[in-house]
């Protein structure tokens, strides 16, 4: 019984994400507390999903199932949870037009590529035997924060940055660029401790101490600059993530 522990964590996750689902569901014609809510349940999740792993590790009860488990559950939480969050962005920007509420529902579709490039994702993850020390494409959690982070900017930060985010052209474009990096082929550099000297873990430091400087400065808005960060650092380090 005591094995089952990482998936009952996982279930979790799996919780988290569809109450998520159903928050960010409500959201009417304006911004309401549910759908920031719902994002951050998201980032909930995200700490359930690297606590199930850590304890399948620690208590030594990783097994195919967990595996698969852990792919079910992160479809929900990191793939439709986030593209429900696009789809309602996308409502709301259509909405402030004069002839919002004639908006063709096909035009929110794309919302769905995000959930569709996590799905393919994950499958890929779980046959592909060269992410076991570093990825291939930006891994499902970490654009899921970024894609959380937009409701929670437009709440708590307004100004400049969050009517950006109501702007059609940049949601659409986000959601295909990010769809689109989640299922290439780009080495991703790990941000999990394996040991090693520090100087394996340049990159990682990098992207820390950055984030920790962004996140003290910026709140919310930091989310958006570390996920760039963490590609651009990727691509740097590319050659040292390939010969790991």
């Not at 937009?150 to 474009?173: C, D, M, N, R, T």
């Amino acid at each position: 019984m005591l094995r089952q522990i990482p998936n009952l964590f996982t279930l979790l996750n799996l919780v988290l994400g569809s109450v998520a689902v159903i928050l960010i569901l409500q959201t009417e014609d304006h911004l309401p507390e549910n759908m920031v809510l719902g994002a951050a349940l998201i980032y909930c999740a995200a700490i359930i999903d690297f606590l199930d792993g850590f304890i399948a590790r620690w208590m030594n009860a990783a097994s195919e199932m967990g595996k698969q488990l852990d792919s079910l559950s992160d479809a929900v939480s990191f793939g439709l949870a986030p593209s429900l969050i696009v789809y309602q962005l996308l409502r709301l920007s259509y909405m402030q037009s004069s002839n919002g509420m004639a908006t063709s529902f096909w035009l929110l579709l794309p919302a769905l590529f995000i959930a569709c490039c996590a799905v393919w994702r994950l499958a890929k993850f779980n046959v592909d035997q060269r992410q076991s020390v570093s990825f291939r494409g930006v891994p499902t959690p970490i654009t899921a924060l970024m894609f959380a982070s937009f409701p929670l900017i437009l709440w708590f930060e307004q100004g400049g940055a969050a009517a950006l985010l109501l702007q059609k052209v940049v949601l659409y474009g986000l959601t295909l660029v990010a769809g689109l990096l989640m299922i290439s082929d780009i080495p991703m550099m790990s941000l999990k401790w394996s040991g090693g000297s520090m100087k394996k873990y340049l990159p990682q430091l990098m992207l820390l101490v950055f984030s920790v400087v962004l996140i003290l400065f910026l709140h919310w808005l930091a989310i958006p600059l570390i996920y760039i960060a963490y590609v651009l650092l990727s691509l740097f380090a590319r050659r040292k993530i390939l010969s790991q």
